[in-house]
């Protein structure tokens, strides 16, 4: 949904006007800061990916954000897989990302750009943790989505 008078573009999907490459990245940057000092996907993120990779890891991670948004292709990775092999990764976790995914993007985009930010992510989060899930022999027959987890306390990151 979007307010009125915001013009959309059409990739596939709509996109809002004001949905930049530069807004993206910004998401990025200010999410994965939080998200290192979360101390339930904190101790996940620090432990696969070393300091001196997370220019690198931003880098991917805006391309990813930019082909699922704008449609610019840039991302060609297969993320599964890297998420498939972190052993602890369960619905807490999923909660937690959904949950210091959505509180930053509330704070850094207008609404209707955060809105599509979130219908996305809660979509691309489910879908991982089902397929990790049925990939771990459960009887993914019953899961629904994930119950939202409480907004936790949002730390801007340091400038």
Same mark, same amino acid.
Request: hydrophobic fraction near 40%; charge should be neutral; aromatic fraction near 8%.
């Given at each position: ?25 910004? =998401? ?5 800061a ?9 101790? =996940?993120? /620090?432990?696969?990916?070393?300091? $001196? ?12 954000? !930019?082909? &699922? ?18 052993? $602890? ?9 959904? !949950?210091?995914?959505?509180?930053? =993007? ?9 809105? =599509?930010?979130?219908?996305r992510?809660?979509?691309?989060? /489910?879908?991982?943790?089902? /397929?990790?899930? &049925?990939?771990?022999?459960?009887d993914?027959?019953? &899961? ?16």
């Amino acid at each position: 949904m979007t307010t009125p008078g915001t013009r959309l573009h059409r990739i596939g999907w709509e996109t809002p006007d004001g949905l930049t490459e530069e807004l993206i990245r910004k =998401v990025v940057d200010q999410f994965y800061a939080a998200a290192r000092r979360d101390p339930v996907i904190g101790p =996940v993120f /620090n432990r696969i990916i070393p300091d $001196e990779q997370w220019p690198r890891h931003l880098a991917l991670i805006a391309d990813f954000w !930019s082909s &699922m948004l704008l449609g610019t292709g840039r991302y060609t990775g297969r993320p599964m897989p890297k998420h498939l092999a972190i052993p $602890e990764l369960e619905d807490a976790h999923f909660q937690r990302w959904l !949950s210091l995914f959505r509180v930053t =993007v509330e704070r850094v985009c207008p609404p209707e750009i955060a809105a =599509v930010f979130i219908e996305r992510s809660e979509r691309i989060g /489910n879908s991982f943790r089902m /397929n990790i899930a &049925m990939r771990r022999g459960k009887d993914i027959t019953a &899961m629904g989505p994930l119950e939202r987890e409480a907004p936790p306390v949002w730390t801007p990151p340091a400038e």
